[in-house]
């Protein structure tokens, strides 16, 4: 499973970060990463990081927003630095893992954590 922390009310300009650890029954995770939904939007992916590092950000979270990860720890974390009021979503983490006995890896959802930045 997977669990977020980390969401919050903060005023434009903060920071907030987020994490997400995968628990139980992990092998090996493939892509880890963070979709957000804002109210009356579609879901959008605003950043994901491979196994091996690589990153991909939505453009309008580009230089402000940072993913890394923690393979010893199965932990995601987005560092999100000046925030603005149009980065108020709810915010959910996932992950590609495969699990001990299988062959393929399967996507795992959090349980979404609410960011809402104040003007």
């Known amino acids: 499973q997977l669990q977020a922390f980390g969401g919050g009310l903060v005023q434009a300009g903060g920071s907030l970060r987020l994490s997400c650890e995968a628990s139980?029954?992990?092998?090996?995770?493939?892509?880890m990463g963070w979709y957000r939904q804002a109210p009356g939007k579609q879901r959008e992916l605003a950043s994901n990081?491979?196994?091996?590092?690589?990153?991909n950000y939505v453009n309008s979270v580009k230089g402000r927003f940072t993913i890394s990860r923690d393979n010893a720890k199965n932990t995601v974390y987005l560092q999100m630095n000046s925030l603005k009021p149009e980065d108020t979503a709810v915010y959910y983490c996932?992950?590609?893992?495969?699990?001990?006995?299988?062959?393929?890896?399967?996507?795992?959802w959090g349980q979404g954590t609410q960011v809402t930045v104040s003007s």
């Open positions: 996932y992950a590609l893992i495969r699990q001990y006995g299988g062959r393929v890896y399967f996507t795992h």
């Open positions: 139980g029954s992990v092998f090996s995770i493939n892509v």
């Open positions: 990081i491979t196994s091996v590092g690589s990153t």
